[in-house]
């Protein structure tokens, strides 16, 4: 079982990245939700078995760069991957989340599968693993 803070300023947004995750195989995870960046390190600093960050760039007070820079001048917290969600595409952008240490990004809109293939590759699963088996669920969202 997997630890996922979801941080998005939009809870209808969280609701969907949640529900897209669970479809791509990590359905039996543990989610906290956070409304902003500083929200979010209040809930990593108080959660020490947080084994994800999947965080939107676009938030007020601290946005999603500002948030992982956070994470990895903490040495307690900067071991734990940081995934971006985004809508934004830029080279520039994407190319700013990397060299700031993000772990990988997913552009949104996403599948349960690209969810899943960033997911095991961040946590190191061999590509066969990678396979999301057919369930009874829809994304009616």
């Known amino acids: 079982m997997m630890n996922m803070l979801i941080v998005d300023d939009s809870s209808p947004m ?30 990593l600093r108080e959660n020490r078995d947080i084994d994800i960050v999947i965080t939107d760039y676009n938030m007020p007070g601290m946005n999603g760069l500002e948030l992982l820079k956070e994470i990895k001048i903490d040495s307690m917290l900067k071991s734990i991957p940081v995934l971006f969600v985004t809508s934004e595409g830029s080279h520039a952008r994407i190319s700013s989340f990397m060299q700031s240490g993000a772990a990988d ?15 095991n590759h961040i946590f190191g699963k061999r590509p066969y693993d990678s396979i999301v088996e057919s369930g009874t669920e829809s994304l009616d969202f």
Do not use: C, H
């Not at 990004?105 to 997911?119: D, I, R, V």
């Open 105 to 119: 990004y997913l552009k949104k809109p996403f599948t349960p599968e690209t969810a899943k293939k960033k997911l």
């Open 14 to 43: 969280r609701s969907v990245i949640i529900k897209t995750i669970k479809l791509s195989g990590f359905g039996d995870s543990k989610f906290f939700e956070a409304p902003d960046g500083l929200t979010a390190l209040n809930i």
